[in-house]
């Protein structure tokens, strides 16, 4: 137990596994042996765990409680709702049990009742900062901005070191865009649990902003998501601008593209040898070294470009048929932990689309329901079959004369491009979007279309679609010249 709050998260399991060997009846063994698995990570291994704990002490509340959300992480909501409300029913006064159903019934987007559930966990045991910390999520998810901050900050007084709360605070001041004690603030992300948080170990010093860069080597390494990636990657320039020579290290799919930053980045491959260096820096931490501002955010674009070759392959598979080409992203990865907020039914979206644009599925995915629609749906083609890397999205968005995504990386990538972009967005966004604004700070090429309430497509949907009536008029062809919308 100690190596677990120590973060020792392999040596608590070894510890665990051990404890269970010796004593294969200890329900409290699995249990913990669960948290251990649950914190790397290892979501199914960890419910198998919880379910022999439960199998051993049906009545054991903590344990029901934690494989419901070992269910929530796989996304089996349903089955996660029935394990954690299983526990307050064995133990009604079992305030972790209330805080972990407001945590289930936010994913089902029923917030009133999320934030109550919390609410009960901090009249049991207001002492725990993780209810507090609970609540302003759901807070956020209302888009009841100040509250959320008050409630992160009662979860920080609670307790001064708790990760999650400081985290999620930075975000909440991200997305008002209050950069000055945000970006600080962003830096938790490397104190909370889980193997995303696992910052590089590098013998080299870390890069603040300070130093200066003139002869250095400076290494920059991706983390999070490709978007994050093709968001930040703009800070290569920054440096290279202050004297340094730039490494850039990124996930392979994304260096076939990034290397069309040769002349003053070195890009290489995720898990490859790396040259030497002086200093690093993680992509995320970029803006708090540059000391970024809403009016300083380098949003000059394009700062990507397509590959010549690639957009010659791609433009003689489409053929010009006179019609503008509109792209479509309308979902991302299934396991994103946002993937409730932010993907939408293709159903939803394709029955709304208007005649005039010929328009091209830019998904390298697609889920077993879209399938289905896109078979009875010849207006709408599928490209992802032939996308190998973001080189290949690259070229397509440039032969589009619009692309219109979801908050993914193909979004991302658009706006890094400068080509013509609309952007679905929930009714809380991503931090980076910010609040009540049809344009961004980061992509001036892009034109946001929100949610009027949380979960709510339908209005956004038909703002999309009669914005797409009046770009593209009947026989109207390609719009006017220029990449702004």
């Known amino acids: 137990m100690v190596l677990r709050d120590l973060r020792h998260d392999e040596e608590a399991l070894a510890c665990f596994e051990r404890a269970v060997t010796l004593v294969p009846g200890y329900a409290d063994g699995w249990n913990n042996r669960g948290t251990a698995l649950f914190a790397l990570h290892r979501l199914d291994d960890a419910l198998a765990s919880y379910d022999r704990a439960t199998a051993l002490k049906p009545g054991y509340a903590e344990a029901w409680s934690n494989r419901g959300m070992a269910l929530q992480g796989l996304r089996r909501i349903d089955e996660a709702l029935a394990s954690v409300e299983h526990s307050i029913h064995l133990e009604p006064g079992y305030a972790d049990g209330h805080n972990n159903r407001g945590l289930v019934l936010r994913e089902t987007k029923q917030l009133a009742a999320a934030l109550a559930s919390c609410e009960r966990a901090i009249h049991i045991k207001p002492d725990r900062p993780e209810a507090y910390n609970s609540r302003g999520v759901v807070l956020q998810d209302c888009r009841r901005i100040e509250e959320a901050i008050e409630s992160y900050a009662q979860a920080i007084a609670a307790d001064a070191g708790y990760a999650d709360a400081h985290w999620n605070l930075a975000l909440c001041r991200l997305l008002t865009g209050d950069f000055a004690q945000g970006w600080p603030g962003y830096e938790w992300r490397w104190r909370q649990t889980g193997p995303t948080a696992q910052k590089h170990r590098f013998a080299q010093a870390a890069w603040c902003g300070d130093e200066p860069l003139e002869g250095k080597t400076l290494l920059l390494h991706s983390e999070q998501g ?79 470009r397509a590959h010549a070759l690639r957009i010659a392959a791609w433009r003689e598979q489409l053929r010009d048929s006179g019609h503008p080409r509109v792209g479509l992203v309308w979902s991302g990865n299934p396991q994103h932990s946002n993937d409730r907020n932010r993907s939408i039914p293709l159903a939803e979206l394709a029955t709304l689309l208007p005649h005039g644009p010929h328009y091209f599925s830019l998904q390298k995915d697609l889920r077993e329901d879209d399938t289905a629609i896109l078979a009875t749906r010849p207006d709408i083609l599928h490209l992802g079959d032939g996308i190998n890397d973001f080189a290949d999205s690259a070229a397509l968005c440039e032969l589009m004369d619009l692309v219109v995504s979801v908050d993914t990386s193909v979004a991302h990538l658009a706006g890094a491009l400068g080509r013509p972009l609309w952007v679905m967005l929930p009714y809380t966004p991503d931090w980076r979007w910010l609040l009540d604004r049809d344009d961004s700070p980061w992509y001036p090429s892009a034109r946001l279309f929100r949610q009027s309430s949380p979960g709510d497509w339908e209005i956004a949907l038909r703002q999309i679609c009669d914005a797409l009536r009046r770009r593209y008029a009947a026989g109207a062809g390609h719009p006017a010249q220029g990449r702004r919308t």
Request: glycine share 6%.
């Open 226 to 304: 490709y978007g994050d990636t093709l968001q930040f990657c703009r800070y290569a320039k920054l440096a290279h601008d202050r004297g340094a020579r730039v490494i850039l290290e990124v996930p392979g799919a994304l260096r076939p593209l990034l290397e069309c930053l040769e002349g003053y980045v070195q890009v290489i491959e995720s898990g490859a040898a790396l040259p030497a260096f002086d200093l690093h820096c993680p992509l995320l931490s970029m803006p708090l070294a540059f000391k970024t501002r809403l009016d300083s955010i380098p949003a000059h674009v394009p700062y990507l």
